[in-house]
T-cell receptor, first 118, second 114 residues
């Protein structure tokens, strides 16, 4: 079965410090991978997604970046954190399946990283 | 482009009451998939259900039931006899074939009071 890991679980960082959040998926190959951010009491904002190694699509221009150095590894980074980067960061992978004659896409989420920038 | 609207921001009920969460979607695709996710206080999103556009049968899973109506573009979710453990944020989402992204609604926070 597939599992998705994220670390760290919680992080407190000062403004201006760098960031590196890691996500890994087990039990599947060549998954589509996603980074979401959820500000306190808000909905999910898609930040980046990747359909393969080295392929990154950015949804929202900001001071964050993403990389996919290996098939099942997705990293979210920043050179200098802002206060507004505080939030809950979720990694997800998309699985494909079939239902009858139709295919579908479904996203599975990791446990998340709670980032507080002070 | 796809859009999902969850008009209810917060719902508060007393234990054992029923609660219905509304979800209205927009898409030009004739084939699409609808989802509900639960986000408990721990934060992790838990998949609850997927429904294909060509299957309008309603579904029941324990105390959870879903009402899919293409005529009104709605995919509503009902929790029967709510319990405190049902307290969470619930998200409705939509995807279409060959699109790598899910379109999420803003979420509805459900608080069940003992």
């Amino acid at each position: 079965s597939q599992t998705i890991h994220q670390w760290p679980a919680t992080l407190v960082q000062p403004v201006g410090s760098p960031l590196s959040l890691e996500c890994t998926v087990e039990g599947t190959s060549n998954p589509n991978l996603y980074w979401y951010r959820q500000a306190a009491g808000r909905g999910l904002q898609l930040l980046f997604y990747s359909v393969g190694i080295g392929q990154i699509s950015s949804e929202v221009p900001q001071n964050l970046s993403a990389s996919r150095p290996q098939d099942r590894q997705f990293i979210l980074s920043s050179k200098k954190l802002l206060l507004s980067d505080s939030g809950f960061y979720l990694c997800a992978w998309m699985g494909e399946g079939t239902s009858g004659s139709s295919s579908y896409n479904e996203q599975f989420f990791g446990p998340g990283t709670r980032l507080t920038v002070l | 482009a796809q859009k999902v609207t969850q008009a209810q921001t917060e719902i508060s009920v007393v234990e054992k009451e029923d609660v219905t969460l509304d979800c209205v979607y927009e898409t030009r695709d004739t084939t699409y998939y609808l989802f509900w996710y639960k986000q408990p206080p721990s934060g992790e999103l838990v998949f609850l259900i997927r429904r294909n556009s060509f299957d309008e049968q309603n579904e029941i899973s324990g105390r959870y039931s879903w009402n899919f109506q293409k005529s009104t573009s709605s995919f509503n979710f009902t929790i029967t006899a709510s319990q405190v453990v049902d307290s969470a944020v619930y998200f409705c989402a939509l995807s279409v074939p060959n699109d790598y992204k899910l379109s999420f609604g803003a979420g509805t926070t459900v608080t069940v009071r003992a």
